[in-house]
């Protein structure tokens, strides 16, 4: 593997010295670049994309190519693991990710396989070391999962849903079968993320896109539970260096101390928390990742420049900030916004790093 040129982001993750403050965007490559949608064109549909180890690397890529990135982040799909399990995922104009075979009943959830990465998954494996190479060492490359109860929420649901009626359901009337499930999806993956890290991963995120959908207990019980058990099973060194492991909750503000316990790296912050006031609670144990209002990127640049700075301040000096937006842009922002805020990142955040 090529020497790693750029690990700024590596050591603000391990809270080591940097000369400025780290930037990456999660969603970085996807439907804001025009260079993605041609490529996405040319695969024909989005899974035909993930599965195509040239073309997943390729718009892994392409936003490296515009914009002064200090990480990439694998191209891929949080709802690859219940496809591998043989729910038949599929994607409905409009309404986004659905499943042929909802797990929604006991049976159905005792017939789950846990898959085998480097099989069943080997697509997502391929398009990893083809992009660890493709990278040459520039910057470093993240590898991700969604975290279970996120996973459990599409599988049971059977795809995209506002009230998560069917999971909730199951988690106040039967939680012995929603952790069954859970503790399944932990094992997959546990093993799927350590494969992305065999396969040249150098930094792991786990996204629980969904945690805030529960309650103060129930958050604990089913979604914390989960990550912590990920945490405890993953490979945290390679190559002679750490292998830092992000969690985010969007929603998550109110357990940032419970989530900082686990022993992750680094947590996500959505734009909801005041950056300051998460570094008091918790900046001591972990470094933080944030937190931008993705919607600021509709704005001017000079707009942009003073959101920046406005978190900057926030945070404050020293390390242990990974710079990001709360959550992932948007499909219809300005390619060119989106560099002004790099730039702006880049640029205003020096002074915080003397």
Not at 48 to 65: F, G, H, I, Y
Not at 160 to 179: G, N, Q, R, V
Not at 304 to 315: C, D, K, M
């Amino acid at each position: 593997m090529a020497e790693l040129k750029n690990d700024r982001y590596l050591r603000a993750l391990l809270k080591q010295p940097v000369d400025r403050t780290p930037v990456w965007m999660m969603r970085q490559a996807g439907r804001y670049l025009p260079e993605y949608k041609a490529t996405r064109a040319e695969a024909g549909d989005f899974m035909s994309l993930c599965k195509n180890q040239d073309l997943a690397c390729e718009v892994t890529l392409q936003p490296l190519r515009r914009y002064d990135l200090d990480a990439a982040i694998l191209f891929s799909d949080i709802l690859t693991v219940p496809d591998a399990m043989g729910l038949g995922l599929y994607f409905e104009t409009g309404e986004g990710p659905r499943f042929q075979r909802p797990t929604d009943t006991i049976d159905a959830i005792k017939k789950l396989c846990v898959p085998d990465p480097e099989d069943e998954l080997g697509y997502v494996m391929r398009a990893v070391s083809t992009i660890r190479r493709e990278l040459k060492g520039e910057v470093p490359l993240i590898g991700f999962s969604g975290s279970p109860w996120t996973l459990a929420t599409y599988m049971v649901e059977g795809g995209s849903s506002k009230t998560f009626e069917k999971i909730k359901k199951m988690a106040y009337e039967e939680p012995a079968t929603l952790h069954m499930l859970l503790d399944k999806l932990a094992d997959s993956v546990i093993l799927y993320l350590n494969a992305q890290v065999a396969n040249g991963a150098q930094s792991l995120m786990i996204f629980d896109s969904w945690g805030g959908a529960l309650s103060h207990h129930a958050y604990r019980e089913f979604s914390l539970r989960y990550m912590q058990k990920i945490v405890d099973g993953l490979t945290r060194e390679a190559e002679g260096r750490t292998v830092p492991v992000t969690l985010f909750t969007k929603g998550g503000g109110l357990w940032l101390e419970a989530m900082a316990e686990t022993g992750c790296d680094a947590l996500g912050l959505d734009w909801t928390v005041d950056i300051g006031d998460a570094r008091r609670r918790v900046g001591h144990k972990v470094a933080l990742q944030g937190n931008m209002d993705p919607s600021v990127l509709y704005a001017s640049p000079a707009r942009i420049r003073q959101e920046v700075e406005q978190i900057l301040a926030s945070y404050g000096e020293g390390t242990g900030h990974v710079f990001n937006l709360g959550h992932g842009i948007h499909q219809h922002v300005n390619p060119e916004h989106a560099g002004a805020f790099i730039n702006s990142v880049n640029e205003l955040s020096v002074k915080y790093h003397k």
